[in-house]
């Protein structure tokens, strides 16, 4: 065999049977937007990272914004089984409060995937019809709490369950984008996450029928996930 030859079945076998490329780019995309952010990046520059044609890539993302919604989607993932011990709560108010204080520790944790999942970057949504479900997903899951409230008679009727699912989206999310955001002037000098999941109870007590117990304002943090999960 000839060099020449020895080193076109290099490139080749280099270029079109790199057989984990999708997920290695995902996983190098993710560490640049933990690292340094997403303005640079570019599916050729992560290319020469991994080690392939820059021209591979493009058999899986037809470009950086399509990748990126497949990260998003799987930062959907993650978030939805974070949250299964709010979904598992049997009681409405607190099956919410849950859900809060999941997603306020999920945004905490991992914000630079939050702000990609819920930012303005991937718009508009319905271009990338997996990330569009994946969000989707994430309202039902409220509505599922909220359905659960009425029919135990845990939650006010104040509104039909759509209407209070976004709601209580909103209210959530809020908390969150506050403690990333604007932390400073949210707290004050009080403890972040204390201070979240009072703004969480006092907002849960507002729609139930009883708020005599979620409205009780502990001095001392929820553990999440619960200890019983």
Request: glycine share 6%; aromatic share 10%.
């Amino acid at each position: 065999m000839t060099d020449d030859k020895a080193m076109t079945m290099t490139t080749t076998t280099t270029s079109y049977h790199h057989g984990n490329l999708r997920q290695e780019l995902m996983a190098l995309a993710e560490k640049h937007l933990i690292t340094g952010g997403i303005a640079e990046l570019s599916l050729r520059a992560l290319a020469r990272e991994i080690g392939v044609s820059q021209t591979a890539p493009y058999r899986h993302f037809k470009d950086k914004n399509a990748l990126l919604a497949a990260l998003a989607t799987e930062g959907f993932r993650r978030f939805f089984e974070f949250c299964l011990p709010s979904e598992r709560e049997p009681r409405a108010d607190i099956s919410l409060l849950y859900f809060g204080l999941g997603y306020v520790q999920f945004a905490k944790t991992h914000t630079e995937m939050f702000h990609l999942m819920f930012g303005p970057v991937l718009q508009p949504r319905n271009d990338y019809p997996e990330l569009f479900a994946a969000g989707r997903e994430a309202i039902y899951k409220v509505r599922a709490g909220v359905e659960r409230g009425y029919k135990t008679g845990v939650l006010r009727e104040l509104d039909d369950v759509a209407s209070m699912a976004h709601t209580v989206w909103a209210a959530v999310h809020g908390v969150a984008t506050l403690m990333l955001d604007h932390g400073d002037t949210y707290g004050y000098h009080r403890d972040l996450d204390l201070q979240a999941e009072k703004s969480l109870r006092m907002m849960i007590a507002g729609l139930c029928t009883d708020p005599s117990e979620i409205s009780k304002l502990p001095d001392v943090l929820t553990p999440y996930p619960p200890e019983n999960a």
